[in-house]
């Protein structure tokens, strides 16, 4: 076990780093913070790069570290790594490891064009998780997938289904030639989402918060879904109207 007690070490300074995308890009790694986290990613402990602790925190019994590399740090060391008001204490240094052939293959899959707000990205791929989607393709103008207010809505789905940057327009056509169906969602010419029967291949695009679809991958998909509203809202959120979506469209 390594211990680190001042802020100006250069392994602090590089954890530090791993807050911005830049660095995030550079290294292929992620931090994560707190307990939930870190024990979702201990079932994935070959993404584990190294575990940090502060000494001012005591850890449950129900952790188990096993062969991870453990970091002790002071407590101002840990509040520089975290971005919460009230930090945890405990973070991991984390690899981007995704397998794209098992992606290519995915039956059920959500494809989010353009999301900007981190709460909601990580909604909704905590939410395709819960509804047993196989992978979550994010596409570019999309917030970080890594980003840690997305990590900590996403509740560790991080580490339980593949999540992707990518080109929207081609992987339509990827899918598309694999015969699965791609449905957008939108209020103009679409049909009622009940319209569409349950099944076990599709996948599912939802759009921006504000502007809604990209109108160039509207008129790429299979068919546009929409969700009536029946108070006087105007609108659904956007990983709320994901969540009916998937659980309806996912046949069991």
């Not at 019994?61 to 407590?75: K, Y």
């Not at 929409?226 to 046949?251: C, D, F, M, R, T």
């Given at each position: 076990m390594k211990e680190i007690q001042s802020v100006k070490n250069p392994q602090v300074k590089q954890w530090k780093k791993l807050l911005t995308k830049k660095e995030r890009d550079k290294t292929?790694?992620?931090?994560?913070?707190?307990?939930?986290?870190?024990?979702?990613?201990?079932?994935?402990?070959?993404?584990?790069?190294?575990?940090?602790?502060?000494?001012?925190?005591e850890l449950p019994?129900?952790?188990?570290?096993?062969?991870?590399?453990?970091?002790?740090?002071?407590?101002e060391i840990s509040k520089e790594l975290s971005d919460t008001e009230t930090p945890q204490g405990i973070y991991a240094i984390c690899r981007e490891t995704?397998?794209?052939?098992?992606?290519?293959?995915?039956?059920?899959?959500?494809?989010?064009?353009?999301?900007?707000?981190?709460?909601?990205l990580g909604t909704m791929?905590?939410?395709?998780?819960?509804?047993?989607?196989?992978?979550?393709?994010?596409?570019?103008?999309?917030?970080?997938?890594?980003?840690?207010?997305?990590?900590?809505?996403?509740?560790?789905?991080h580490f339980h289904l593949p999540i992707v940057r990518g080109n929207l327009e081609e992987w339509i056509e990827t899918l598309?030639?694999?015969?699965?169906p791609v449905y957008g969602t939108a209020l103009e010419n679409a049909k009622t989402y009940t319209e569409i029967a349950p099944q076990e291949e599709f996948a599912l695009i939802v759009g921006n918060e504000g502007s809604g679809m990209n109108k160039d991958l509207l008129a790429k998909t299979t068919s546009n879904l929409?969700?009536?509203?029946?108070?006087?809202?105007?609108?659904?959120?956007?990983?709320?109207?994901?969540?009916?979506?998937?659980?309806?469209?996912?046949?069991r």
């Open positions: 292929g790694t992620f931090l994560i913070e707190g307990f939930h986290l870190i024990e979702e990613a201990l079932k994935q402990p070959e993404q584990i790069i190294e575990i940090i602790v502060s000494d001012k925190i019994p129900r952790l188990d570290f096993g062969s991870n590399s453990i970091t002790t740090v002071t407590d995704v397998d794209q052939t098992y992606v290519e293959k995915a039956n059920s899959l959500l494809l989010i064009d353009a999301v900007q707000d981190p709460g909601n791929i905590r939410t395709a998780d819960a509804a047993g989607i196989d992978a979550v393709i994010v596409g570019y103008g999309s917030v970080d997938i890594y980003n840690s207010k997305v990590l900590r809505s996403a509740q560790g789905s598309k030639k694999r015969n699965i929409y969700i009536p509203i029946y108070g006087q809202s105007e609108s659904l959120n956007v990983a709320v109207a994901a969540g009916i979506l998937l659980y309806y469209l996912k046949k």
